[in-house]
């Protein structure tokens, strides 16, 4: 309990976008997850999870409420991993903790010692050179991909040194940040592989795998309440195909079986937009208009069977046109982690702030309107700011890397674990994200920030001095 007010301390260094902007950070997304709840609306293309966690702490009175959710979560996270990294190093890397190496599957061990400076002094660095307030303080499920990273470190290189409730809480910020998204079932799933590489014995996997499990069970448990599908994306397949159809190979599927194929798609063959955002949001493109071929719904819904067909036989058509198309997203996606792209007011009257003034007072509305990204002068007032981003992450990923090495040769496994998560969950970010729905800066740049955090702790510390006998 004397760590919380620490915890808040961190939390309020990682919320202080917020602060300049005048109101939470928010994105046209955001409105639909508001709407989830306050309409009733079944978003087609977004899981029934963070909607409803939005609806939890902001309770129809505040949006600043979630955010400070997010950011003392985060914080919490943060110093569970200082904590943990000032014990004793964990060897041998693989196999079951050691009891010799100061390890204990009990967790009766004393906690690690983390001063309140060391942990507002780490919150400061990230806040001020690294895009982790960015999305700390955005209400988008993007802040949860690199919850996840930090969560299943934890519970797989770390478990040892936490308490009974603290385990508990991991996975279930684990459970809820894996079903929050759907790019983010890959990322955990490389992350148990992972596991099971590094450590090879099945505690460790199962603490990881167990939030998985409950994710997916979670999703198809709410897919099947509001869409009356059973399924973990019930119309998933309309996002995939708009990414094949740009990369090509879902096209020239479409231009060799149409017209004989009779989808609706065929209308579009030899036309089909290069770019998938188009091809998904379009109004006049081919997924949104109204069809003629007979189905009450239209759009993505009606579109899903005939996506999963045509991403059936672009499949056996193309098999490796598709993993090059998926190869070349993935390197393009790393390369991308600018801020820039959640700072506009592009929609944001018509979704944030339509779902404001239907389910929140008065004042809450009047305060969104004066913020500067409402006010569309965000993206000027932060820019001298973002400066600094694109150095640490190029320090950061080079200290990583030497940490790798370091860690590697000191023994130190929990460290090393850390390295190893933090770079499998950027690359299964980027796969996921850059290959399944296309390269954007967003994506990566929610995650990219945990390279300059794995350069500042994974360093093997010097090992205490042992005191003399009295």
Same mark, same amino acid.
């Given at each position: ?317 193309? %098999?490796?046109?598709? $993993?090059?198309? !998926? +190869?070349?997203?993935? *390197?393009?996606?790393?390369?991308? /982690? @600018?801020? #820039? &792209? ?47 981003? %694109?150095?640490?992450? $190029?320090?950061? !990923? +080079?200290?990583?890397? *030497?940490?790798?090495?370091?860690? /590697? @040769?000191? #023994? &130190? ?58």
């Amino acid at each position: 309990m004397r760590a919380w007010p620490t915890i808040l301390g961190g939390a309020a260094l990682l919320l202080w976008p917020a602060a300049l902007n005048g109101y939470p950070l928010v994105f046209s997304d955001t409105g639909a997850f508001l709407a989830q709840t306050i309409e009733r609306i079944p978003i087609w293309d977004k899981p029934m999870v963070y909607g409803p966690l939005l609806h939890l702490f902001h309770l129809r009175l505040s949006l600043w409420l979630p955010m400070a959710a997010q950011g003392l979560a985060l914080s919490w996270l943060l110093w569970l991993v200082q904590r943990v990294l000032d014990h004793d190093p964990l060897t041998p890397v693989r196999g079951p903790v050691s009891h010799a190496s100061g390890g204990s599957p009990s967790g009766d061990h004393a906690p690690g010692r983390v001063t309140t400076g060391s942990h507002l002094l780490l919150c400061a660095g990230l806040a001020a050179a690294t895009a982790a307030p960015w999305f700390a303080a955005f209400l988008m499920p993007d802040w949860l991909a690199p919850a996840l990273v930090l969560a299943l470190f934890l519970l797989g290189f770390a478990a040892d040194r936490l308490g009974r409730g603290e385990r508990l809480a991991l996975g279930l910020l684990a459970t809820q940040a894996a079903a929050a998204h759907l790019s983010h079932l890959p990322l955990a799933a490389a992350l148990i592989l992972l596991m099971l590489a590094v450590r090879r014995a099945w505690r460790p996997a199962l603490a990881c795998a167990l939030p998985l499990l409950a994710a997916l069970a979670l999703l198809l448990a709410t897919n099947l309440a509001v869409h009356g599908r059973f399924g973990i994306s019930p119309y998933g397949a309309v996002f995939a195909l708009a990414r094949l159809v740009a990369d090509g190979p879902a096209a020239r599927t479409i231009a060799a079986r149409c017209p004989e194929a009779g989808w609706h798609l065929c209308r579009w063959a030899g036309r089909l937009p290069g770019d998938a955002d188009v091809v998904l949001w379009a109004p006049d493109g081919p997924v949104s208009p109204p069809r003629s071929d007979g189905p009450e719904r239209f759009g993505p819904i009606a579109l899903a069977p005939e996506a999963g067909v045509i991403l059936r036989e672009t499949l056996r058509r193309e %098999p490796l046109g598709v $993993l090059r198309a !998926a +190869a070349r997203n993935t *390197l393009r996606q790393l390369g991308l /982690a @600018r801020v #820039g &792209d959640t700072l506009g007011p592009e929609n944001l009257a018509g979704t944030v702030g339509r779902e404001l003034a239907l389910g929140f007072p008065p004042a809450e509305a009047a305060r969104f309107a004066a913020s500067l990204q409402a006010r569309g002068v965000l993206r000027q007032a932060s820019a001298p700011v973002l400066l600094l981003h %694109p150095a640490a992450l $190029l320090l950061g !990923a +080079a200290g990583a890397l *030497l940490a790798w090495g370091w860690a /590697a @040769r000191a #023994g &130190d496994g929990r460290r090393l674990g850390l390295v190893l998560c933090v770079l499998v969950g950027i690359t299964a970010n980027a796969a996921a994200t850059g290959a399944l729905s296309g390269p954007h800066d967003r994506y990566q740049a929610r995650i990219a920030w945990l390279l300059p955090l794995a350069a500042l702790l994974a360093w093997p510390r010097r090992p205490r001095p042992t005191p003399n006998p009295a």
